[in-house]
């Protein structure tokens, strides 16, 4: 799981088994640790209709609801996105990049510009 946070936005983006485990589980969390203090980054599947964010405690809890991480886990649809408040979410499905990276990129998903890029 990846996060990216710029102003009042905060965009995740989840390799497959994310999206698998959080369907599975309910609940996936990851954190950045800063010598002494941690940042946890989490997504919990609720049975609300919109995405919402919590931030307690050093952690940041994004809260989607059940029947979108079921659509993404079994449809080509690639994210989800709310404003609440002030505050812009995303999440949405990790693709594969285009360009030569040095990361791991096994676990994310096919990109569907790809083709026209070969």
Partial sequence: M????????????????NVNDLAEAGYI?????FGGQA????IKATED???KSTYENNKITLLIPRS?????QNT???????TSGALHLLVEKDFTCLDNVSEDQSDNYPNPLA???L
């Fill in 2 to 17: 990846k996060l990216r946070i710029k102003s009042d936005s905060i965009r995740y983006r989840l390799t497959r088994t």
């Fill in 29 to 33: 969390d990851d954190k950045v640790d």
């Fill in 39 to 42: 940042l946890t980054y989490a």
């Fill in 49 to 51: 209709n919109v995405l």
């Fill in 68 to 72: 979108m991480v079921i659509e993404l």
């Fill in 76 to 82: 080509d649809k690639v994210g989800f996105e709310n």
């Fill in 115 to 117: 083709e026209k890029f």
